[in-house]
């Protein structure tokens, strides 16, 4: 196979943009590390899942398959147990005569076709299929996560246990749900089911009665269960010693982190702990760096958007600012931005508050307040590291802003983001914080506003139609003859008719012409206009317009998150 695995590399060398050097690299580390091709080419992001599936596919000549749309066969079970389907992260698709065909992301992974074959007696034929797929396949066809979550709470208040101590309380650990207390079960089965069901946080919040159960998934919360009042310190107890915070102190806030591998796929977690007046309450964010190499198409960038963004992050120097309210999606964009230009000839350096995503590769540092080191202070120390790319998580006052400003002007590329409604309100927010109108035009190279909105669910979405009256309200923004559609509501979207989110984006260009109406005290107004009228600019509105056009999102999603001017 190891000619296969050449073949591979031989194809990725020729796609324009992918270092040799870096490829190499790669190729050492995954052989050191004992780990497969595929997973590691995705994690250091060289090209996008989609692309990557197309190349095997084209080069390994086997079929692709959409696991979300195929029933599978319950037979399959006693020939390919979970134990071992997990351990490889196959999917059996079926079995005719002596051929078992499986799905599975990495088809190099020639240990796992040996063992199947060697336990099936059968001859294996494989198809591709993406990470997330494979995962959720494998989820709905063997998982009961649900179930067991159910099964302990309702027999933990049986359990007599303490918690003396935690053999697995490094920084990571895994949801191997065998046969540890009732309590870790409890808080591995939690955090699985969350994985599973794509949440982006987990809310405990206690209550008179016991501890309540939040997920957010596209971002809205939504109930999952309630731990038993008796079980609510020590699931705290639990998630502390696993983020290695102070678990004799009640009464005041804390923040910590860990990492945790769930099957094959490696999470961090960011925690945050509140005191409350029916105990402490904890929120977990799902940090899945697998989001970071998916490219700006599949965050929702159109083809306008993803052009103006790629060569703006070429530039040698300037700042490219992501604007937006909190939870629209920035620091996924940012990060994405980031890791595309994640290389070895390069020095990037990031000042966060906090630290969201580890990569490899990065130099990151986390504001600390209570040392004296802020956005400015770490500013300021970075650019003496003589950076290549600098990304300031926040600019959030003058002396951070000014710093920034200056870098981009020197030899340094600056990312940031900054908490305005719309692109044009960005540019002239930094002149209003008191710097200098010539220095802000200077330095900015792209401004983009975005948000998030829900994507109709693709298993129960159907045609409908919108009554007059909400047509009236973007008349002249819709072709004759549209469609328009809707989730009705399935297991798959857990009944909400949204499956996943994806961006609107409003993309400023800061050329000359806009840069003359900065100097001259133009307002946000005007330099909208000039924008909309010569570069072709899209208001967020008109974005989400147009993604309802095409059948992604609703007319209530584009009303949710965007405001017609």
Same mark, same amino acid.
């Given at each position: ?174 949801t191997d749900t065998g046969q540890e207390p009732p309590i870790i079960r409890m808080v591995n089965l939690v955090i699985k089911e969350a994985i599973r069901q794509r949440a982006s946080d987990i809310h405990l919040e206690p209550t008179p009665e016991g501890m309540r159960v939040r997920y ?30 102070? &678990? ?45 190499? &998916? ?12 052009? &103006? ?5 070429y530039k040698p120097f300037g700042m490219i600012l992501i604007t937006g309210p909190t939870g629209s999606g920035k620091s996924t964009t940012l990060y994405s931005m980031i890791n595309k230009l994640n290389t070895a000839d390069r020095n990037i350096i990031t000042i966060e508050d906090p630290v969201e995503y580890l990569i490899e590769g990065l130099t990151q540092i986390e504001v600390k307040h209570d040392i004296g080191l ?20 926040? &600019? ?170």
């Amino acid at each position: 196979m190891e000619f296969t695995r050449d073949k591979i590399l031989k194809a990725l060398r020729k796609i324009p943009g992918i270092n040799p050097v870096d490829l190499d690299a790669l190729v050492y580390a995954q052989r050191k590390a004992g780990t497969g091709l595929v997973r590691s080419i995705l994690k250091q992001g060289v090209i996008s899942e989609h692309d990557l599936i197309a190349l095997l596919v084209r080069e390994l000549k086997v079929p692709s398959v959409d696991l979300s749309k195929y029933h599978f066969d319950e037979r399959l079970k006693s020939m390919v147990p979970a134990k071992i389907a997990r351990r490889h992260q196959v999917v059996p698709i079926s079995c005719v005569g002596d051929t078992l065909t499986v799905a599975m992301a990495d088809p190099l992974n020639v240990f796992a076709m040996d063992d199947l074959s060697n336990i099936t007696g059968k001859r294996v034929d494989v198809m591709v299929a993406t990470v997330s797929q494979v995962q959720q396949a494998l989820d709905n066809f063997y998982d009961t996560a649900a179930q067991s979550i159910a099964d302990v709470t309702h027999n933990i208040e049986a359990a007599n246990f303490e918690v003396v101590s935690d053999a697995g309380s490094s920084s990571e650990t895994d949801t191997d749900t065998g046969q540890e207390p009732p309590i870790i079960r409890m808080v591995n089965l939690v955090i699985k089911e969350a994985i599973r069901q794509r949440a982006s946080d987990i809310h405990l919040e206690p209550t008179p009665e016991g501890m309540r159960v939040r997920y957010r998934i596209d971002g809205t919360l939504q109930d999952t269960l309630v731990i038993p009042k008796d079980s609510q310190t020590a699931v705290t107890v639990r998630i502390k010693i696993m983020s290695r915070m102070d &678990i004799t102190t009640t009464q005041t806030p804390q923040d910590g982190r860990f990492k945790m591998r769930v099957s094959s796929q490696e999470v961090d977690f960011r925690v945050s702990l509140l005191p409350t007046t029916f105990g402490q309450k904890v929120v977990m964010r799902v940090l899945d760096k697998a989001s970071l190499s &998916i490219g700006l198409e599949k965050l929702g960038f159109s083809g306008r958007s993803i052009k &103006i963004m790629e060569e703006a992050i070429y530039k040698p120097f300037g700042m490219i600012l992501i604007t937006g309210p909190t939870g629209s999606g920035k620091s996924t964009t940012l990060y994405s931005m980031i890791n595309k230009l994640n290389t070895a000839d390069r020095n990037i350096i990031t000042i966060e508050d906090p630290v969201e995503y580890l990569i490899e590769g990065l130099t990151q540092i986390e504001v600390k307040h209570d040392i004296g080191l802020d956005f400015a202070t770490g500013l300021k120390a970075i650019l003496r590291q003589s950076p290549d790319i600098v990304m300031v998580g926040e &600019i959030r006052d003058t002396e951070t802003a000014d710093i920034a400003i200056k870098a981009s002007l020197t030899g340094q590329l600056v990312f940031s983001t900054l908490h305005t409604n719309d692109a044009c309100q960005a540019v002239t927010r930094l002149v209003d914080m008191g710097l200098e109108p010539f220095l802000v035009a200077s330095s900015l190279v792209v401004v983009c506003a975005q948000r998030l909105c829900r994507r109709i669910c693709p298993h129960c979405k159907e045609p409908v139609k919108l009554p007059a009256k909400a047509l009236a309200t973007i008349q002249g923004k819709v072709k004759p003859g549209t469609v328009f559609y809707e989730g009705k509501g399935c297991d798959q979207c857990r009944h909400t008719g949204y499956l996943g989110r994806l961006g609107m984006t409003e993309i400023l260009q800061v050329d000359d012409a806009v840069r003359d109406m900065l100097i001259r005290g133009k307002s946000s107004d005007d330099i909208a206009r000039y924008a909309r009228e010569n570069q072709g600019m899209q208001l967020l509105f008109d974005d989400a317009v147009d993604k309802m056009n095409e059948g992604q999102t609703t007319l209530a999603e584009v009303y949710r998150v965007a405001t017609q001017e």
